[in-house]
């Protein structure tokens, strides 16, 4: 064994011989197919660091062609603790196994740490709900988040817990693969009351913070909508459906087509006409909501490990609830 053989446990040791039929291949793609519970991506990086052996010797080149005969070893060194610290900050959980698991995200939880929430985020309540359950992805012991919901969005979200999940239902995501149902209560009547938004979204350019939707340069982005109910002919109750999934999706689409969410502090820049429709105190309660209001109220996917069909859903949260009941 030469001297710059990586000197680790093997946790789990991955010792897989190559076939005539496996020759030629890429080593990064042959050890994925084979292994199944790493994504080609973690194998590569893991090649380059040194933890993939060919008959004894460190292999380091992903792109080598697999020779016919030979024994190959992939160690994978334990997961290093995650950056985000483990925070006890409670969250609904609606399932959970080894693989993955689907909450209700309150509106004001931030999912990641980012630069003016390094902490107190989704990801470090999970690192404590989930605690050694987490196997680690990309190396680091961490949930992999799959998909998010802004800020202020309430409703279902799934993480994965180990990285095989996290490379499946990240490309059933991609794939749009995926059953979602979010309620947006917008200004105006919707008309026609059912249809759909299409326009590409991307950064505005007068204000990078916002996204907007863009002749150039943006991501294509269509939005499905129903109109559920109506109240006094200023607001609608909207059920979406995203064929995409875009930054500030629903937000950007409703708001470029004129009927902004309420209580949406980006893209709700104005009082809007429809307001005056709303009887007093109606119409106070719905330009004072504090967030935007909008709700990931349905989560349907085949779960990664056994295929199964999982579908979630959840009511809007209380203050949605109660807007409604006074706007009505």
């Given at each position: ?5 990586p ?8 010792r ?6 496996d020759?030629?291949r890429r ?6 197919d084979?292994l199944g ?10 090649m ?6 060919r ?21 994978v060194?334990p997961?290093?603790?995650?950056t ?6 409670p969250f ?6 080894s ?8 509106a004001g ?7 003016g ?6 990801v ?6 989930c605690?050694?359950s987490?196997?680690?992805i ?29 490379a ?6 991609a ?23 299409e ?5 505005d350019?007068?204000?990078r913070?916002?996204?907007?939707l863009?002749a150039?340069g ?6 499905h909508?129903?109109?559920r109910?109506s ?21 950007v689409?409703?708001a ?9 502090p980006?893209?709700l ?8 429709g ?5 119409r ?7 967030r935007?209001?909008?709700?990931a109220?349905r989560l349907?996917?085949t779960?990664p490990?056994t295929?199964?069909?999982?579908l979630?859903?959840?009511?809007p949260p ?7 009941a006074?706007?009505?």
């Amino acid at each position: 064994m030469t001297d710059d053989t990586p000197h680790l446990p093997p946790l789990p040791p991955g010792r897989i011989a190559a076939g005539a039929g496996d020759a030629g291949r890429r080593t990064d793609r042959f050890l994925a197919d084979r292994l199944g519970t790493l994504s080609r991506s973690r194998v590569k990086a893991l090649m380059e660091a040194g933890h993939v052996l060919r008959d004894g010797a460190v292999l380091r080149d992903p792109a080598d062609p697999v020779r016919a005969g030979l024994c190959y070893e992939i160690r994978v060194p334990p997961a290093m603790p995650a950056t985000p610290q483990a925070q006890a900050i409670p969250f609904t959980v609606l399932y959970e196994d080894s693989d993955l698991i689907v909450l209700d995200k309150p509106a004001g939880l931030v999912v990641h740490p980012a630069p003016g929430n390094e902490d107190g985020t989704l990801v470090n309540a999970l690192l404590a709900h989930c605690g050694d359950s987490l196997t680690g992805i990309g190396g680091e012991r961490r949930p992999g988040i799959v998909h998010r919901l802004d800020k202020d969005t309430s409703g279902v979200m799934v993480v994965a817990k180990t990285e095989a999940a996290h490379a499946a239902l990240s490309e059933a995501f991609a794939a749009r693969d995926i059953d979602r149902i979010y309620l947006a209560l917008a200004w105006g009547m919707m008309a026609p009351s059912s249809g759909s938004f299409e326009g590409a979204i991307g950064r505005d350019k007068r204000d990078r913070k916002r996204m907007a939707l863009v002749a150039h340069g943006g991501k294509q982005a269509l939005t499905h909508y129903r109109t559920r109910q109506s109240f006094h002919g200023a607001v609608s109750l909207a059920e979406c459906r995203l064929a995409t999934g875009r930054t500030h999706q629903i937000r950007v689409h409703f708001a470029a087509h004129g009927h902004p969410l309420l209580g949406d502090p980006v893209y709700l820049r104005r009082i809007p006409a429809a307001a005056r429709g709303l009887p007093e105190p109606a119409r106070r309660a719905a330009l004072d909501f504090p967030r935007q209001a909008l709700h990931a109220a349905r989560l349907g996917f085949t779960h990664p490990a056994t295929g199964r069909p999982l579908l979630f859903e959840t009511a809007p949260p209380d203050d949605f609830q109660t807007l409604i009941a006074k706007i009505a």
